[in-house]
């Protein structure tokens, strides 16, 4: 059974920068796709960026563009989310999974809270 730890979240002003992990645990894991979603209170969960586990090909969703950098380290089983500039709209519980995702690797998530 595979387990996905999210982890780096806290509260930060805006402009600032924050490095979300995602260490993942259990069985062999080797997914196509990992990915980064969030969900901001009141709204449905999103994705936010995708990595390719092998070959490192990466998506971001448009708000976060130019902002985020998925990144995989497969000898450790973890995937990075490195947010800089972020702004108040960023504020959600961030989650890892593969990606489609699947029901049964959802995480806790870590909390990110942007301050104006």
């Known amino acids: 059974q595979v387990q996905l730890v999210e982890s780096g979240g806290r509260l930060v002003q805006a402009g600032g920068s924050l490095r979300l992990s995602c260490a993942a645990s259990?069985?062999?894991?080797?997914?196509?796709?990992m990915g980064w979603f969030r969900q901001a209170p009141g709204k449905e969960r999103e994705f936010v960026a995708a990595i390719t586990w092998r070959g490192g090909i990466t998506s971001y969703a448009d708000s976060v563009k130019g902002r985020f950098t998925i990144s995989r380290d497969n000898a450790n089983n973890t995937v990075y989310l490195q947010m800089n500039n972020l702004k108040p709209e960023d504020t959600a519980v961030y989650y890892c999974?593969?990606?489609?995702?699947?029901?049964?690797?959802w995480g806790q998530g870590t909390q990110v809270t942007v301050s104006s």
């Open positions: 999974n593969t990606r489609p995702p699947r029901n049964a690797y």
């Open positions: 259990g069985r062999t894991f080797s997914p196509l796709f």
